[in-house]
T-cell receptor
Framework: ETGVTQTPRHLVMGMTNKKSLKCEQHLGHNAMYWYKQSAKKPLELMFV???????ENNSVPSRFSPECPNSSHLFLHLHTLQPEDSALYLC???????????FGPGTRLTVT | SQQGEEDPQALSIQEGENATMNCSYK?????LQWYRQNSGRGLVHLIL?????REKHSGRLRVTLDTSKKSSSLLITASRAADTASYFCATGGGNEKLTFGTGTRLTIIP
């Protein structure tokens, strides 16, 4: 599980706060992903970065803003979130056209 | 849209018994993967089966794929307490979006 790390592991924020989630992969992969996991729902793909370029934005509200400064780091900037945004946010990475993705442990986000 | 759907949603068995989970999907696939997720943690890749394969083994795991029925099963033999987790099937990956089902929550009773 140390191949992909995420910080913080837990975050409680008010609706007017600005915070950022960080993901780092140590696997030499060139694609990174943000997923949202809510209770009793399938994993929802939010963003995909390949070679540091965003290749997919899955109709995510603009209060979520991703940033990929290099192939090892991925951020998710959060601004004026809603209580329904409370969820487990998972980062993943993969290499090239490989089907398998490697996941981080997630950030448990609670919006109050 | 949801591609994979696991069945059952929850399963409790005694340690040492075998656990079988099923996954159905809607469209044609190149491959199907199974992942495990321990409570509140990230997903861990278990096994991938390609569309031209019918069965695959990895340790205590056995996966089958029936493309005519658009279904797959995951069998865990001789279950252990550490197998307690949620199990997800996923289709796609590579250049396609990886799409997950809602998962089967497996509880192994010691």
């Amino acid at each position: 599980e140390t191949g992909v790390t995420q910080t913080p592991r837990h975050l409680v924020m008010g609706m007017t706060n600005k915070k950022s989630l960080k993901c780092e992969q140590h696997l030499g992969h060139n694609a990174m992903y943000w997923y949202k996991q809510s209770a009793k729902k399938p994993l929802e793909l939010m963003f995909v970065y390949s070679l540091e370029e965003r290749v997919e934005n899955n109709s995510v509200p603009s209060r979520f803003s991703p940033e990929c400064p290099n192939s090892s780091h991925l951020f998710l900037h959060l601004h004026t979130l809603q209580p329904e945004d409370s969820a487990l946010y998972l980062c993943a990475s993969s290499q090239g056209n490989s089907y398998e993705q490697y996941f981080g442990p997630g950030t448990r986000l609670t919006v109050t | 849209s949801q591609q994979g759907e696991e069945d059952p949603q929850a399963l409790s068995i005694q340690e040492g018994e075998n656990a079988t989970m099923n996954c159905s999907y809607k469209t044609s696939i190149n491959n199907l993967q199974w992942y495990r997720q321990n409570s509140g943690r990230g997903l861990v890749h278990l096994i991938l089966i390609r569309s031209n394969e019918r069965e695959k083994h990895s340790g205590r795991l056995r996966v089958t794929l029936d493309t005519s029925k658009k279904s797959s099963s995951l069998l865990i033999t001789a279950s252990r307490a550490a197998d307690t987790a949620s199990y997800f099937c996923a289709t796609g990956g590579g250049n396609e979006k990886l799409t997950f089902g809602t998962g089967t929550r497996l509880t192994i009773i010691p």
